[in-house]
């Protein structure tokens, strides 16, 4: 029996224009979450992400409830359509879109966090500048013991903190020691090196000095038991109570984005479909290498979101 996974996008996903194509078809979204947001975080966060400009919509402290919100409205007309999931599970954050989806958070809970959180990251660099870089092609192990071998004889953090694909990884930390670390991946062999030219270092040591101010906020914020199966990236296993979405979300500021395990994990217990829910479909890829067996299907335009919601309300008649 098909087993339905949604999963949700994080940051890198969003383009100018995302969610418009929902609201040009539903336009009783715009009351129900666009405007509610706009009120909520004091800015024109829904003409944003239909127009833009790029340049605010790159602004970490907008792209992140932009993300966010176009995921929520995604999985709103995907309900109307009687399309539910079996699991869920995020990207880094794409856990804020997941958690609401299982009845864990609020929505507007959970943008509030969001947008904290963004301008949270945003000051990091101020205080100690950061990149990241992806590596395509090396073992886990052999990345790892060059960022510590990095760290070490710099003092300077870097880590791995994304496991992508089982070819993909991201490192990040401070910018001298990302730019060591590219220069010693290619000497061990890996295929490709890419800066990826983000303005924050997610999830690295160096959100260690927003991470009281972050936790503070989690602990006002109301949540409960998912009531429906959640599997976080940041530990690739499950979310089932209320403190344990509360600690995962406090866990991934600084923690390694675990998607590959997340992903087999999932397979594992017999999901056999995924629905990217929200901007891009950068998260389609990396599970169709991750579980080429798998039906993947992604949202992020009109005639996508058709053959998604065609594929799933079929198999579920």
Partial sequence: MTRTAFVFPGQGSQRVGMGRHLVERWPDLVDRYYRPADDLLGLPLSRLCWEGPEACLQDTPVTQPAVFLTSLVTLDVLGRHGVRPDVVAGHSLGEYAALVCAGALDWQDALALVRLRGELMATVNDRAPGSMAAVIGLAPSTLEGICADIAAATGLAVDVA????????????????????????????????????????????????????????????????????????????????????????????????????????????????????????????????????????????????????????????
């Fill in 162 to 317: 994304n496991d992508n694909d089982p070819a993909q990884l991201v490192v990040s930390g401070r910018t001298e020691a990302v730019t060591e670390v590219m220069r010693q991946a290619r000497l061990a062999g890996a295929r490709r090196v890419v800066d990826l030219n983000v303005p924050v270092s997610f999830h690295s040591a160096l959100m260690d000095g927003i991470a009281a101010d972050f936790a503070e906020a989690l602990e006002e914020t109301a949540f409960r038991a998912p009531s429906v199966p959640v599997l976080s990236a940041a530990t690739a296993g499950p979310v089932t109570t209320a403190a344990e979405a509360a600690t995962v979300l406090r866990r991934q500021l600084t923690g390694r984005v675990r998607w590959t395990d997340t992903v087999r994990n999932l397979t594992a217990a017999g999901v056999d479909r995924f629905v990217e829910v929200g901007p891009g479909r950068v998260l389609g890829g990396l599970c169709r290498r991750i579980a080429p067996q798998a039906r993947v299907r992604t949202t992020d335009d009109a005639r996508r979101l058709d053959q998604a919601l065609g594929a799933v309300t079929a198999a579920v008649v």
